[in-house]
């Protein structure tokens, strides 16, 4: 039997509501993430940019904000290169790689997400279904102890109901085993499942990995 276990990005914690440590002028404090549930495409990329940018530079209420307007102005559409124009527009000492996917590159991904956690980075994942495709934030990874393999992404999806008690709401399987439990659909052969039920088939199109600048190599 399968022992499972969870790595989530550093900085967070889950009691009640998700919450980040923030660099405020009286020290280290939790603040509430910012989650807000949308249709929009364009406005679940910004709110996994921010995120991601407010977890790792233990960003203040302000700093977020600002972020947050600069960011916005960047974004047009949901690709690729909009997301890193995104990051870049924040003004944050970030440094970012695109891992590109296809349909046979789910371990990898996973694989690289789980590292990437591990030191002390961050993860925005680029995911797609037959009927819309998103960015969510990879806030945890799923992995089996013993072989090390990664076996889900855990996701905070803005466009899908809050987390309570939880930090993630989406939870991509890395395994191909769509069909056993959702509908598969050509190219969409990963189950997608949220706290409350829903579920799909789906795909991963890219993952984004974002360091400090500060701490090269970490």
């Given amino acids: 039997m399968a022992h ?35 249709a929009s495409a364009e406005t679940c990329a910004l709110a996994s940019v921010i995120q991601c940018l407010a977890v790792l530079g233990q960003l203040s209420r302000q700093q977020m904000r600002e972020a947050q307007r600069l960011a916005r102005k960047a974004l047009q559409g949901t690709g690729d290169d909009s997301v890193l124009r995104c990051i870049d527009a ?16 789910a371990g990898h991904v996973g694989t690289t997400a789980l590292e990437a956690l591990r030191t002390g980075r961050a993860c925005l994942v680029h995911f797609e279904s037959a009927a819309a495709n998103r960015w969510a934030t990879v ?16 996701l905070l999806d803005a466009s899908a109901s809050e987390p309570w008690a939880c930090a993630h709401n989406v939870r991509i ?5 769509a069909g056993r439990s959702v509908r598969a659909s050509p190219g969409f052969m ?8 829903e579920a799909c088939a789906v795909r991963l199109r890219s993952l984004v990995v974002l360091r400090r600048e500060t701490s090269a190599g970490v």
């Fill in 4 to 38: 499972l276990e969870h790595l989530f990005v550093r900085g967070i914690r889950f009691d009640t509501e998700v919450q980040y440590l923030a660099q405020d002028a009286k020290g280290l404090v939790y603040e509430n993430l910012p989650i807000c549930k949308s």
């Fill in 90 to 105: 924040a003004g944050l000492p970030i440094v970012v790689e695109l891992h590109a996917s296809d349909s046979g590159q």
């Fill in 139 to 154: 806030i945890g990874v799923e992995w089996e102890r013993g072989t090390g393999e990664p076996r889900a992404l855990l």
């Fill in 173 to 177: 399987e890395l395994q191909a085993e």
């Fill in 190 to 197: 990963l189950n997608c499942r949220h706290l409350t039920g």
